[in-house]
Antibody, heavy 119, light 107 residues
Framework: EVQLVESGGGLVQPGRSLKLSCAAS????????MAWVRQAPKKGLEWVAT????????YYPDSVKGRFTISRDNAKSSLYLQMNSLKSEDTATYYC????????????WGQGVMVTVSS | NIVLTQSPATLSVTPGESVSLSCRAS??????IHWYQQKSNESPRLLIK???QSISGIPSRFSGSGSGTDFTLSINRVESEDFSIYYC?????????FGSGTKLEIK
């Protein structure tokens, strides 16, 4: 059974940093691209980052480019999101998701982790 | 960026009715559109991939159609468990985008 379990969320002040983790199991992690998708309270879904199988290629929307960094450790079947210079508009539930390739749909999602950016 | 416009924003229906939800892309994206269902306080679930391809475990009353810029998610005879929010998402561009969602509510 495919499982994606996020951790590392919480309350953080504007301008500070936070690192999210996602532990994957039930599939060969190194064969799949991985991604982060977020959802602000009562809002829609927003793609945040995608990483290739080896980690050599990463993709970001303009809203987080230069502030967020996606990475992975295939030996640990783990995905990460380093978030720097956080803003109030980064407040959201962050989902770890599996897309297989960059142009694939997200076929599995984690349960999500809440990040609140507030002073 | 490719913008996806979903309509209507809210759709009020009676269980047993059949409905169609629309997703329009700002440029042609072939069939690189996917549909998700999100129930309250749950993670999204993939319903349809590449415009019309079915997903294992998803009820057959869900179907998708379209290509280019206009796409439709159809639900044949809505059941009570179907009342939730539906999102479309494009993967034509590596800069992925979602539509703003259509809320399906009970009339």
């Amino acid at each position: 059974e495919v499982q994606l379990v996020e951790s590392g969320g919480g309350l953080v002040q504007p301008g500070r940093s936070l690192k999210l983790s996602c532990a994957a199991s039930g599939f060969t992690f190194s064969n799949y691209y991985m991604a982060w998708v977020r959802q602000a309270p009562k809002k829609g879904l927003e793609w945040v980052a995608t990483i290739s199988t080896s980690g050599s290629r990463t993709y970001y929307p303009d809203s987080v480019k230069g502030r967020f960094t996606i990475s992975r450790d295939n030996a640990k079947s783990s995905l990460y999101l380093q978030m720097n210079s956080l803003k109030s508009e980064d407040t959201a539930t962050y989902y770890c998701a599996r897309p297989m390739m960059v142009h694939s749909p997200f076929d599995y999602w984690g349960q999500g982790v809440m990040v609140t950016v507030s002073s | 960026n490719i913008v996806l416009t979903q309509s209507p924003a809210t759709l009020s229906v009676t269980p047993g009715e059949s409905v169609s939800l629309s997703c329009r892309a700002s440029q042609s994206i072939s069939t690189s559109i996917h549909w998700y269902q999100q129930k309250s306080n749950e993670s999204p679930r993939l319903l349809i991939k590449y415009a019309s391809q079915s997903i294992s475990g998803i009820p057959s009353r869900f179907s998708g159609s379209g290509s280019g810029t206009d796409f439709t998610l159809s639900i044949n005879r809505v059941e009570s468990e179907d009342f939730s929010i539906y999102y479309c998402q494009q993967s034509y561009s590596s800069l992925l985008t979602f539509g703003s969602g259509t809320k399906l509510e009970i009339k």
